[in-house]
């Protein structure tokens, strides 16, 4: 079944570590994306793609980078972990611009 | 920035009642706009969307309107029920960029 998979679903870490988030998306998808959201909260857009070697930044970037080698794959890195990086961050997909964004379970972070 | 502001934050309404949810956006060259709804511990879920082209969309107790030239759009949920308890947000397409949220509205359905 075409789906959008985020691993891990949930990480402990600690502070200045580094680490990547795993996002794929098996529906053949041009867009994607990266939200922050607390549990319940607004979604803050983190990152964006439009496509294989396009990135974007959203408004709440800073400290995060994502990369967009392959279609179905969209990663985000956190170089230094930091406790207000504790969150849940939520990888999306769509097919183009205005429509739909297709979610992932997300990944709950937590820094310590 | 362009934004989209969402309200109200919080509603609480009796089983089989109706609930409105109101959001406007900043960026009138919008012309996409979701909602969604979100159970706890879940990924947020598209339950119905509109486009610029159209004033109105209904899917059975679930109805969106839109008005265009006051850039507001309205969820109207009817005859609620206890499984409508959930967070919804709305969203507007930002020309250029991508789906920005409202920070969302906890409504709860008391049986």
């Known amino acids: ?112 | 920035g362009e934004n989209v502001e969402q309200h109200p934050s919080t509603l609480s309404v009796q089983e089989g009642d109706s609930a409105v949810i109101k959001c406007t956006y900043s960026d009138s060259a919008s012309n996409y706009f979701p909602w969604y709804k979100q159970e706890l511990g879940k990924r947020p879920q598209l339950i119905i969307d509109i486009r610029s082209n159209v004033g109105e969309k209904k899917d059975q107790r679930i109805a969106v309107t839109l008005n265009k030239t006051a850039k507001h759009f309205s969820l109207h949920i009817t005859e609620t029920q206890p499984e409508d308890s959930a967070v919804y947000f709305c969203a507007a397409f930002i020309h250029g960029t991508a789906l920005i949220f409202g920070k969302g509205t906890t409504l709860s359905v008391s049986s």
């Open chain 1, 1 to 112: 079944e075409a789906d959008i998979y985020q691993t891990p679903r949930y990480l402990v870490i600690g502070t200045g570590k580094k680490i990547t988030l795993e996002c794929s998306q098996t529906m053949g998808h041009d867009k994607m994306y990266w939200y922050q959201q607390d549990p319940g909260m607004e979604l803050h857009l983190i990152h964006y793609s439009y496509g294989v070697n396009s990135t974007e930044k959203g408004d709440l970037s800073s400290e995060s980078t994502v990369s967009r080698i392959r279609t179905e794959h969209f990663p985000l890195t956190l170089e230094s972990a930091r406790p207000s990086h504790t969150s849940q961050y939520l990888c999306a997909s769509s097919a183009k611009d205005n429509s739909p964004l297709h979610f992932g379970n997300g990944t709950r972070l937590t820094v310590t």
